[in-house]
């Protein structure tokens, strides 16, 4: 998965750094980012190639010993170039713990951008001093960053899967999947998802493991099930373009290793589950 990428490690926990000529930093524009690109292997632009104010940069995280940081405005750099996300995962770029940096930085960008001004009365927010949060000088509203928690589901019958395609967005194959409602629990998410978008009941729902993903700013929860009673499928055309049972043999992979999609469906291809 995109978080594995030992040895290597990623330090998330807020501290100060000042900025030093050689460290990172991630330029983003809509859905697209700032890197350079030399045989499918990325790199970002480092303090000293940008033409940017050092107090503007924002210390994000860690990879290994380098401080990586964000610049929320737009710039240039000569060799660099703005490319988004779906060629980054679609050419399968490396190195992989780039691509997790990378993905990571995306998801607090966002949140930096959304959380400028305070929700509750609108004035101007500004960066708490002792953790990673955003203050309103107003009314004292503290904004953290936010994650939207959701489930992906391998749905098991007879020896197979049930494969879906997304009606819009990602088109390789993919499992269910839902973002967790409020006041629910991600077996009744796992439940209620399946139910909406196959029209199955299942049940034995057991928990595999979990997975952040920056694009689309969420906590993933893969949960594996059974189905019963009538297993026929009756698409929710809405979210879903197809569903289908596949046996072992049947199932097709992604083109990386990116994602608890890709090593669910695995696991099952390989006779793990
Ligand atoms: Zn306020």
Redesign the pocket.
């Known amino acids: 998965m995109i978080q594995d990428i030992a040895p290597h490690v990623l330090y998330n926990q807020y501290r100060h750094f000042i900025p030093s000529e050689n460290d990172p930093v991630f330029c983003f524009c809509d859905e697209k980012v700032l890197i350079r690109l030399e045989d499918d292997r990325l790199s970002f632009p480092k303090v000293k190639d940008l033409n940017v104010n050092r107090e503007d940069l924002i210390y994000l995280f860690s990879l290994d010993s380098s401080h990586l940081f964000l610049y929320l405005k737009q710039t240039e750099r000569d060799g660099c170039e703005y490319i988004d996300f779906r060629t980054v995962r679609r050419k399968s770029l490396r190195p992989k713990e780039s691509v997790y940096a990378l993905f990571t930085a995306y998801h607090l960008a966002g949140w930096y951008l959304n959380s400028a001004y305070?929700g509750?009365?609108?004035?101007k927010?500004v960066h708490s001093e002792n953790e990673r949060a955003m203050v309103?000088p107003?009314?004292?509203?503290i904004i953290y960053p936010r994650i939207n928690p959701a489930v992906i589901v391998g749905v098991l019958h007879e020896d197979k899967m049930l494969v879906t395609k997304y009606a819009r967005g990602y088109g390789g194959y993919a499992l269910v999947a839902g973002f967790t409602e409020i006041g629910e629990t991600f077996e009744e998410t796992v439940a209620r998802e399946v139910k909406e978008e196959t029209g199955l009941d299942v049940r034995n729902i057991r928990y595999y493991a979990s997975q952040p993903w920056g694009p689309a700013a969420d906590i993933l929860a893969g949960y594996y099930c059974e189905a019963y009673g009538d297993c026929t499928i009756s698409v929710d055309r809405d979210e879903l373009r197809l569903a289908e049972w596949k046996t072992r043999d049947e199932i097709v992979l992604q083109e990386n290793d990116y994602s608890l999609t890709n090593e669910m469906m695995r696991n099952f291809k390989e006779g793990k589950i």
């Open positions: 305070c509750r009365c609108g004035q927010t309103c107003g009314c004292g509203n």
